[in-house]
């Protein structure tokens, strides 16, 4: 990997290949998330989700975002944010013929180049898991995944010290396929930040963690324009057994023991950047 130096914040790492420029960032500057770039995903499957909340996203000052657990009735909800949102989770808003709801307009979709974060992650991924990725407004709406777009998870840390990376296609029905998808141990670093990427051409995908490739994949090449999502997600509420304050979850279904640790635990990112490779020519 090659470093590309940010002015006054910490550097990209890119690709050797190619030459790059960058067409998108949040450096997380100031103290109010910038609602220009970043959407709340507060709705799943069409309809409000318990589980998703607009509270908790702080900006320290110091350029991080720190996206934090808090508490209502009871139990733990966290924040989602995204770039875009998906056709088929805002609640339908009218009587008319159309079964869905609007979509917003996205506040950036990209097609191809390469997508980095660097962040910290939370200390008790038993309590919430977080995720870095690339969804498309319209998968599995199409056959060929290639023009509905599919799901690229950068990064989803579920686990303590260990990482899953790859892609999702065909939906989130019977025909749902994984393609590159691996789960790796996450080395430490001497500060406890980490790199993750994706390299997103034509002919496929090549994953990163702090500068080395995980993954390749190239079996559903997606040829539409994705947005990015930065989340956290309480465990439990998928299974209809949302975690309470004062207990975690040890086999992800089942409240098993009472929950002591970190009250104010956080996933802390410092930057989202997008590049594309510069054509020759």
């Known amino acids: 990997m090659k470093k590309f130096e940010i002015e006054g914040h910490e550097p990209s790492y890119l690709p050797e290949e190619g030459q790059w420029e960058l067409v998108w960032a949040d450096e997380f500057d100031g103290t109010e998330l910038d609602r220009t770039k970043w959407d709340f995903r507060l709705n799943f499957w069409g309809k409000p989700f318990e589980a998703y909340t607009d509270q908790g996203v702080i900006l320290d000052g110091n350029s991080h975002l720190e996206l934090h657990r808090v508490e209502k009735d ?17 609640p339908k808003d009218s009587d008319r013929f159309w079964p869905l709801g609007t979509i917003k307009e996205p506040t950036f979709q990209h097609r191809y180049g390469y997508y980095e974060c660097r962040c910290k992650f939370q200390k008790e991924p038993d309590v919430m898991w977080s995720a870095f990725w690339l969804q498309a407004p319209t998968i599995g709406t199409n056959y ?25 296609y065909g939906g989130y029905g019977h025909q749902c396929k994984e393609d590159g998808r691996i789960k790796y141990k ?96």
């Open 186 to 281: 996450l080395e430490d670093t001497p500060d406890g930040w980490h790199y993750f990427g994706l390299d997103w051409q034509e002919d496929g995908y090549v994953y990163y963690c702090d500068g080395k490739e995980m993954a390749r994949c190239n079996q559903a090449v997606s040829a539409v324009p994705q947005f990015i999502l930065l989340t956290t997600e309480i465990r439990g509420y998928r299974f209809d057994k949302p975690l309470k304050v004062g207990e975690y979850m040890e086999d992800g279904k089942t409240p098993k023991k009472r929950y002591d640790g970190f009250v104010d635990d956080a996933f802390i990112v410092d930057f989202v950047r997008v590049y594309d490779r510069v054509k020759r020519g």
């Open 74 to 90: 009871g139990h733990y909800v966290s924040a989602q944010l995204q770039t875009g949102s998906n056709s088929f989770d805002p």
């Open 144 to 168: 060929d995944p290639k023009w509905c777009g599919v799901e690229c998870d950068i990064m989803e840390y579920f686990a303590e010290g260990e990482n899953t990376s790859g892609n999702i």
